[in-house]
């Protein structure tokens, strides 16, 4: 009785209908955003209780975080596609980015960078012509991820194309990215008209020639020290790439002074490497690759080691089931649209990008960048709220990626599986936002979040590889 006589101050949990009605009552509520385990399932609860805590994933995890925190990606060299990826050598193959997806189901922006690919290399004449190849079969697909590689938003990358070659010198692995191509009508959200095709066929001789001659005078450059100076200079290395890119600059331009280039060759490249501020993304990309793929394969491991889109799909992988893809629907992303878009105009999220969060940047470094809360929405409190959160299913910190706004903490590194059911927190990524039509370009950008349903599926099978499933 005692109950009904005295001012009610409680806790609710789950639906906050249920704490509205206490306070409209006159007493006092404060609602916890609490969601059951495993969205409820109670097998995949079951199993991952069984998970929790199992010494075997516990080590696994352990060695595989370590490999990660070890790795020192250095940029070594820059390369043609087909010299650095010796598949692409040999038959008519584009990659993508994503899991694995057919040619008639990828999204519009995706199936526009691959008809300007197939363009660009001079496989067809003609749109139609080079739309009727990918129809066909006459052209194969991969994702750039089966091959060592990563690519923006479409991620497409043909056997002609410059790329960047990065090097595990803590290892022997090596992974690779394209060069970025800059803002507007751009082959990564699926344009391929005339002036594309003539900026990419630039980039892959006279850029591409100027560049090799610079990081081959420079004898490499260790990208883990830059990027963790970037964090401090306002980066998050995902989104917003405008100091990386100047230290990178700081960097090229004496080697390219040196590199005895014809003179409008050397202004050109300085120009256009100057007047794009996201060219140290695919860098930033192709890092966290090679960190990440310094794991190698560890069983037992619930370490997510790459989380990737294709415009219709969303993948992840552990570093315990290598190449297996655990996918759900791609979501929408959330966030500011030019002038004349909504999210109706826009397609999923998309592309290999998502990288950078899987590695502890981007989304999960917004604390060091306040300035990126104008380009994707929210406010410099919901920045640095989200890097917090992200330590809540990391396995833990990385002390090189410092940031200052979090006292010089470590960002949120190591994404768990296990820790993203048993929380319900999902993994944030900062991401551009595609038109849905080819050749549209970029109509905003903003954040998003990796489905729930890839980690239920990635946990469900390290419990059978555990055999701790019923």
């Known amino acids: 009785m005692k109950l009904f006589t ?138 750039c991820h089966h091959h060592g590689a990563v690519g923006p938003m479409a991620g497409v990358i043909s056997p002609s194309m410059p790329l960047w070659v990065v090097e595990n010198t803590a290892g022997t692995n090596r992974a690779f990215s394209n060069f970025n191509e800059g803002l507007g009508k751009v082959l990564r959200f699926g344009a391929n008209s005339p002036e594309v095709l003539d900026r990419l066929r630039w980039m892959g001789h006279e850029l591409f020639e100027s560049v090799r001659a610079a990081v081959r005078a420079l004898g490499g450059l260790d990208l883990k020290p830059l990027m963790a100076q970037a964090l401090h200079m306002g980066d998050e290395v995902h989104n917003r790439n405008s100091a990386a890119t100047g230290l990178l600059f700081k960097q090229l331009v004496p080697a390219l002074l040196a590199a005895d280039l014809l003179a409008e060759a050397l202004r050109k490249s300085v120009e256009f490497i100057a007047g794009n501020d996201h060219f140290f993304l695919n860098l930033s990309m192709a890092a966290s690759k090679t960190m990440l793929d310094a794991t190698g394969v560890v069983p037992h491991s619930s370490m997510v080691t790459a989380m990737s889109r294709n415009g219709v799909n969303f993948g992840i992988r552990l570093a315990s089931t290598g190449d297996r893809w655990f996918q759900a629907p791609a979501n929408p992303v959330d966030g500011l649209f030019f002038p004349g878009y909504s999210v109706a105009d826009a397609a999923a999220d998309l592309g290999d990008s998502a990288i950078t969060e899987t590695a502890g940047l981007g989304g999960f470094a917004m604390a060091a960048s306040p300035a990126i809360v104008q380009f994707v929405g929210g406010t410099p409190a919901d920045a640095t709220e989200n890097s917090r959160r992200m330590r809540s299913i990391t396995l833990g910190t990385n002390p090189v990626f410092t940031l200052p706004a979090l006292n010089f903490g470590g960002t949120a590194a190591g994404i768990d599986a296990r820790a993203v059911i048993d929380t319900g927190i999902l993994p944030i990524i900062n991401s551009g936002i595609a038109h849905k039509e080819a050749g549209v370009g970029q109509i905003g950008a903003g954040i998003t979040t990796a489905p729930l349903e890839c980690f239920t599926q990635a946990v469900a099978a390290l419990a059978v590889e555990l055999q701790v499933a019923p």
């Open 6 to 143: 005295e001012n009610l101050n409680v806790v609710n949990l789950g639906l906050a209908s249920f704490g509205d009605n206490i306070t409209r009552a006159g007493g006092t509520s404060t609602s916890l955003d609490w969601r059951p385990p495993a969205g409820g399932d109670v097998d995949l609860g079951m199993d991952l209780a069984r998970l929790m805590a199992h010494p075997d994933v516990e080590q696994a995890n352990a060695i595989a975080f370590d490999r990660y925190l070890s790795a020192q990606p250095r940029l070594v060299d820059v390369q043609i596609a087909r010299e650095a990826i010796p598949a692409m050598g040999r038959q008519r193959l584009i990659l993508h980015a994503g899991p694995p997806i057919d040619w008639a189901d990828m999204c519009g922006p995706m199936q526009g960078a691959i008809i300007g690919a197939i363009l660009y290399e001079d496989w067809a004449d003609t749109p139609e012509q080079a739309e009727k190849l990918a129809e066909d079969g006459q052209v194969e697909f991969a994702p």
